[in-house]
């Protein structure tokens, strides 16, 4: 059965889409379009590029986490200094690494640009810090960049879609109107599920989401004793009230919630242990989906 797909953000968690779309696969369910924010933008455009679950098991549980870190050359030697220059940098990471090995993935499938991909089947939510705007690429980027979307690089659209906030640098692009600087996807919709509706509402066919997290009236309260707890408590309670708009009662119905406990966004240091959890959580919360899920 042909769906369309949406994949929320929520960093190194996302192995968890990963059991997910293994039993997704196993039940006969294939992506036709995919839309993601940040981490979900990855999967997204791998499962565009034509990556099935048996596919992505091996290459991701056997990534090394640590790598796709990649601090500029004086931080290399004085450690101390990224603090001083995050100031000025925006972010703690280049981010190249990352984009680097997306690339290299996606190459593996002849995937470079837009271009590549079927038309319409591939949409990576980013945020527009400069011009205060949610960006979805490639449908935003003549308008608002002048830029030919069949030949921008794939890799480099989902690169700008994870750069998480002071941990990753922004991306530059030039518009119109001159340098934007370009976040996580995730600053201004976690998880895009409205992208597959149109105005009135209707889909082209059924659509099958993927969140790292509880649903909407299950989330669980936060402990807030300090002015850091209480950022990240505003951060989050910004995504979840924007793309809680938009999953209904009904909508819920199409979306396979993976609550994640016990690994936080940046673990890049997991544990084999810890990667085989995140996959088996996938594929039970898939599991129990589709037992109650009714197309």
Same mark, same amino acid.
């Given at each position: 059965?042909?769906?369309d797909?949406v994949f929320?953000?929520g $960093?190194?968690?996302?192995?968890a =889409?990963?059991? /997910?779309?293994? !039993?997704l696969n196993q039940? %006969?369910?294939? #992506?036709k379009r995919?839309?993601?924010?940040s981490?979900?933008a990855?999967m997204?455009?791998?499962?565009s590029?034509g990556?099935?679950?048996e596919?992505?098991?091996?290459i991701l549980?056997?990534?090394s986490?640590?790598?796709?870190?990649?601090?500029?050359v004086?931080e290399r030697?004085f450690?101390?200094?990224?603090?001083?220059?995050?100031?000025?940098?925006m972010?703690?990471f280049?981010?190249?690494?990352?984009?680097k090995l997306?690339?290299?993935?996606?190459?593996e499938k002849?995937?470079r640009?837009?271009?590549?991909?079927?038309?319409?089947?591939?949409?990576?939510?980013?945020?527009?810090?400069t011009?205060g705007k949610m960006?979805?690429i490639p449908?935003d980027?003549?308008l608002?960049? $002048?830029?030919d979307?069949?030949t =921008?690089?794939? /890799?480099?659209? !989902?690169?700008?879609s994870? %750069?998480?906030p #002071?941990?990753?640098?922004?991306?530059?692009?030039?518009?119109?109107?001159?340098k934007?600087?370009?976040?996580d996807?995730?600053?201004l919709?976690n998880?895009p599920i409205w992208i597959?509706e149109?105005?009135?509402?209707?889909?082209?066919r059924?659509?099958l989401g993927?969140?790292l997290s509880d649903?909407?009236?299950?989330l669980?309260?936060?402990?807030i004793?300090?002015?850091?707890q209480?950022f990240?408590a505003?951060f989050?309670?910004m995504?979840?009230?924007h793309?809680a708009?938009y999953?209904?009662?009904a909508?819920?119905?199409?979306v396979?919630?993976?609550?994640?406990?016990?690994?936080?966004t940046?673990?890049f240091l997991?544990?084999?242990?810890q990667?085989?959890?995140l996959?088996?959580l996938?594929?039970?919360?898939?599991?129990?989906?589709?037992k109650r899920?009714k197309?």
């Amino acid at each position: 059965m042909k769906v369309d797909g949406v994949f929320s953000g929520g $960093g190194v968690k996302a192995l968890a =889409f990963v059991g /997910a779309l293994e !039993v997704l696969n196993q039940h %006969g369910y294939e #992506y036709k379009r995919v839309a993601g924010t940040s981490a979900g933008a990855i999967m997204a455009s791998l499962i565009s590029a034509g990556y099935s679950a048996e596919d992505l098991q091996p290459i991701l549980t056997k990534l090394s986490f640590e790598n796709l870190i990649d601090a500029p050359v004086p931080e290399r030697y004085f450690p101390f200094s990224k603090w001083l220059m995050l100031y000025f940098r925006m972010g703690l990471f280049k981010g190249n690494r990352l984009e680097k090995l997306i690339e290299g993935w996606l190459e593996e499938k002849g995937v470079r640009t837009f271009s590549d991909l079927p038309k319409g089947s591939l949409k990576v939510v980013c945020s527009d810090l400069t011009l205060g705007k949610m960006v979805v690429i490639p449908d935003d980027l003549k308008l608002l960049y $002048g830029i030919d979307p069949a030949t =921008f690089s794939v /890799a480099k659209a !989902v690169r700008m879609s994870a %750069g998480l906030p #002071y941990f990753f640098m922004p991306v530059k692009l030039h518009g119109k109107k001159g340098k934007s600087l370009i976040v996580d996807g995730g600053v201004l919709s976690n998880f895009p599920i409205w992208i597959w509706e149109n105005e009135e509402g209707k889909r082209k066919r059924p659509i099958l989401g993927m969140q790292l997290s509880d649903p909407p009236d299950q989330l669980p309260e936060r402990k807030i004793r300090n002015a850091i707890q209480m950022f990240h408590a505003l951060f989050r309670t910004m995504k979840q009230a924007h793309d809680a708009r938009y999953i209904s009662p009904a909508t819920s119905r199409d979306v396979i919630f993976i609550p994640v406990k016990d690994v936080n966004t940046t673990d890049f240091l997991m544990t084999n242990e810890q990667k085989e959890k995140l996959l088996e959580l996938g594929r039970t919360h898939a599991l129990l989906f589709l037992k109650r899920w009714k197309r």
